[in-house]
């Protein structure tokens, strides 16, 4: 239309008698504008699920607990230095074919992909400098112990068919050279002094001297052929029994005798007696690369460790106003260890009363929901206690649903000791690892209709960070009313927070172990046990702590952002349905969202 004006009256009628053929001239650069958007992004969901298919059997752990039942018999070893440069060689290659991808073409779900592939392939090389591979196992996560805990058959290892049980019955052939690769892999981070901190490695011992056992049928990864379904034929049975003794007896057994013996006589004597990565190689700077990865963000350890702070001093503000309301009168740092000295706080007798009062809050949290979220999930959450097998070296959390709907989402609490079982952080508990918490998004996930990569991959910072802020719902949906639930909720915070001073202190200030126990024992009251175990783990996942926090501040600083924005129109359901709507995405994107949101109201 411009064209004509310029053009003046005289040649109006000439343009308007060609119009036609103008509307065709505009119709096939549209055509091709088009066709060359749809080859853009047929060209980014190809490269997203070739980047996905190669992560997932490089991890096929990984993919089983993301809902991924496609490699359930396969077990990878991708600590297997040749495995580690086929894989960091193929996302060289990925992020080479994904920069070609004109990322103007394509539409906004496809954008967001693009921006997020780009982010998990950046960290990944970015971490590719860093040998992780000679650390391939602590007490905190190893291939040996996952396994045992799937032989349950209530974890995200399916056990309920015959071809499952053979799916399982692989994987365990296949950990002997695992654990093999491991024990060359730790000799190797001898030589090179990438060793793990000492105490954290005495926990794992017991674990991996555990797990070896006198006879194959006394072993752990035998649990299946008893609990073996009755449905099964008596030639399966007997087939199936026979495979996993001669599996385990002639595998497996003593690969797990030699892990155990090197770990006593050539490992342990051999860990440092640092805290924290800083110590390492290249210590400093492998540590702020794990920053950015697990917050998805470019803040350093130094303003990590400040935000810390400032949020350890707000949250001891509210412990001031809620101690004297639960008949508290000393100083507020030292409310929480006089909570967990109160026999009131502790009224179990049998853990089925712990997992009654988590179903009763439950139906309560159902009927509050509504008002607050428009998008859920389908997918059903279940609450069950963690099975004897596993409850000794697990803590609460949450499973998702596999995609077939063979198993709904499952928040699985952990009760060694109901008479020490403390009540007053239940509720917030409830609402991190159930709903609204991780089945609210991680359930939702799979429902999305997102590429692979992102409906079984994601990031520590949103996924955390969305489940601490959803504790923080308890206040709308009035389940903090009474001053124990809140404090629970406060204490709960705290840890978060606190975990932000430790972890930046000890692996980028110098701090030690014990000086880490100390403030986790001024801070949140906890016993020199309780401390320790806490900062052992963090000991050895440098960085993952801090996701919790980081994730949280970012979504509660987005909808006060909205919020003041919007005014009046502001509606809380649009917010958690633009936070959750797509999936899990670095805090940058998300940020990136909720403002073209905020605009797009105005």
Do not use: C
Request: glycine share 8%.
């Amino acid at each position: 239309m411009k064209a004509i004006f310029k053009l003046g009256a005289l040649a109006t009628a000439a343009l308007l008698a060609s119009a036609p053929l103008a509307a065709s001239g505009a119709a096939q650069a549209r055509t091709q504008s088009s066709a060359a958007d749809s080859q853009a992004s047929k060209q980014l969901n190809k490269l997203a699920d070739e980047y996905y298919d190669a992560l997932a059997r490089f991890e096929p752990v990984f993919a089983t607990e993301g809902g991924d039942n496609r490699f359930i018999d396969q077990l990878g070893l991708s600590i297997s230095p040749k495995n580690r440069e086929r894989q960091f060689a193929l996302y060289r290659g990925y992020l080479k074919r994904l920069q070609a991808i004109p990322r103007e073409r394509l539409n906004g779900r496809d954008q967001t992909s693009h921006d997020i592939l780009k982010f998990e392939l950046d960290t990944a090389l970015r971490l590719a400098a860093f040998p992780e591979h000679l650390l391939p196992l602590d007490q905190m996560v190893s291939m040996p112990v996952i396994l045992a805990n799937y032989a349950s058959g209530q974890g995200a290892q399916p056990l309920s068919t015959v071809k499952d049980y053979k799916a399982y019955l692989n994987r365990l052939s296949q950990l002997a050279p695992h654990i093999d690769q491991s024990i060359a892999n730790m000799r190797e981070g001898i030589k090179a002094g990438i060793v793990h901190p000492r105490e954290p490695m005495q926990s794992a011992l017991p674990q991996f001297q555990q797990l070896v056992a006198e006879t194959p049928e006394a072993s752990i990864f035998y649990t299946p052929v008893k609990n073996m379904p009755e449905g099964f034929a008596a030639a399966d049975r007997r087939s199936l029994a026979e495979s996993y003794r001669k599996t385990i007896g002639g595998k497996l057994n003593p690969a797990l005798a030699r892990l155990a013996s090197f770990m006593e006589k050539e490992y342990l004597p051999a860990t440092r007696t640092t805290a924290g990565w800083g110590a390492l190689p290249n210590g400093a700077a492998w540590y702020q690369a794990r920053v950015a990865a697990m917050t998805t963000t470019d803040l350093t350890p130094e303003q990590v460790h400040q935000i810390g702070l400032k949020e350890v001093a707000r949250i001891q503000g509210e412990y001031a106003v809620t101690g004297p309301k639960m008949g508290y009168d000393g100083p507020a740092a030292g409310l929480p260890r006089w909570v967990s000295e109160q026999p009131k706080y502790k009224p179990f007798t049998s853990d089925k009363q712990v997992i009654d009062v988590f179903r009763d809050l439950d139906a309560k949290v159902r009927t509050k929901l509504p008002a607050l979220f428009t998008l859920m999930p389908k997918s059903p959450l279940d609450l069950r206690l963690e099975p004897e097998l596993s409850r000794a070296t697990a803590s609460d959390h949450y499973t998702p649903p596999a995609v077939d709907g063979s198993r709904p989402g499952v928040f699985w609490s952990v009760v060694n000791d109901p008479k020490q079982y403390g009540s007053t952080g239940m509720v917030t508990l409830y609402l991190h690892e159930g709903q609204p918490g991780h089945h609210f998004h991680i359930a939702l996930v799979q429902e999305l209709g997102l590429p692979n990569f992102r409906k079984f991959g994601g990031n520590n910072a949103f996924t955390e960070g969305w489940a601490l802020y959803a504790e923080t719902l308890g206040k709308e949906m009035g389940l903090f009313e009474k001053p124990e639930d809140y404090f629970g909720h406060l204490n709960d915070e705290m840890l978060r927070a606190a975990r932000l001073v430790v972890d930046t202190g000890m692996h980028a200030k110098g701090w030690s172990r014990e000086q880490g126990i100390k403030y986790f024992q001024d801070t949140l009251g906890y016993s020199e046990h309780e401390a320790r175990a806490q900062i052992e783990r963090y000991m050895v996942w440098p960085g993952q702590a801090l996701g919790y926090k980081i994730g949280s501040l970012k979504i509660v600083e987005l909808r006060k952002r909205a919020e003041a924005a919007m005014g009046g129109r502001f509606s809380l359901q649009k917010f958690h349905e633009i936070v959750l709507g797509e999936g899990t995405l670095p805090l940058a994107v998300l940020e990136t969202k909720v403002d073209r949101w905020i605009a797009e109201s105005k």
